[in-house]
């Protein structure tokens, strides 16, 4: 009994141990990305304003160069903000909202910051069950979709969003009625993503050098809006066939049910 409980007492030892080393790594990826992120927005300050003092002593406006700096100021707001909101786990004020106004509201600037190279088309359901989410963070979740998706297609091509009710049965032996959802799907025609970094697209700050770069905070952000929701996002991709992100709401008949 004395061995066994000494082989006990070194197992949770190990563990702790584990745990602490898990943590700790966790801390520094999270720190590192940070940084990774960080040193992007000043080198592209530096060096445009390197450029504007250039521009100026010549004689010239340099108002290209401050246009660049006024976009990575604002890019280093917006980053703030999100580790401000990803600190403190902000669930927002749900509400019960209609999908549909909420697309229809975020369709001009959407159109807007996908620029004439991408199409966007958004098809909504014809009477889509209600939802219970903050609006601005489901806003926010689609936009940053969006973006990732505009990214990769630098060529050009289209941002399909539609929504749609749908009722998925629950795994078992027992009967149980369907549960309903609202499902969004953004799917674009895009470069897509290979396995390995499928896999990573929702770990915080994690960045590739590939076409499908800066996913910084952001898809970390719509995963825990979704969840926030008590609904789930699913993500399909293959290298040349472009990326579906499905996100599944349930749905609520009145507020409080």
């Not at 304003?49 to 246009?67: F, H, K, N």
């Not at 399909?160 to 149980?176: D, F, Q």
Request: hydrophobic content about 40%; proline content about 5%; some cysteine.
């Amino acid at each position: 009994m004395t061995s066994r409980r000494t082989d006990i007492l070194e197992e949770v030892r190990l563990c702790h141990e584990l745990y602490r080393l898990q943590i700790k790594e966790a801390v520094c990826k999270f720190a590192s990305g940070i940084a990774h992120e960080f040193n992007n927005l000043l080198f592209i300050l530096a060096a445009n304003a390197e450029m504007a003092v250039r521009t100026i002593r010549s004689g010239r406006i340099a108002s290209e160069e401050v246009d660049q700096i006024m976009e990575g100021i604002k890019r280093g707001v917006a980053m703030s903000r999100q580790l401000q909101i990803f600190g403190r786990f902000d669930e927002g004020e749900p509400l019960i909202v209609c999908v549909n106004d909420v697309l229809a509201g975020i369709t001009r600037p959407l159109r807007s910051m996908l620029g004439d190279e991408v199409e966007l088309v958004v098809s909504p359901a014809s009477d889509p069950w209600p939802v219970l989410i903050d609006r601005r963070q489901l806003e926010n979740a689609i936009t940053n979709i969006s973006t990732n998706a505009r990214d990769a297609m630098p060529d050009g091509g289209t941002l399909t969003i539609e929504s749609t009710n749908v009722e998925i049965e629950s795994p078992g032996e027992s009967p149980a009625d369907p549960a309903r959802y609202v499902l969004i799907r953004t799917s674009d025609t895009g470069v897509g993503m290979k396995p390995e970094i499928l896999e990573r697209i929702f770990e915080p700050l994690f960045t590739t050098g590939e076409t499908y770069k800066h996913v910084g905070l952001g898809l970390c952000m719509v995963e825990n809006t979704v969840a926030q929701a008590g609904g789930y996002i699913s993500v399909t991709s293959k290298p040349g066939c472009g990326t579906s992100f499905d996100i599944y709401l349930p749905a609520k008949n009145s507020p409080g049910t």
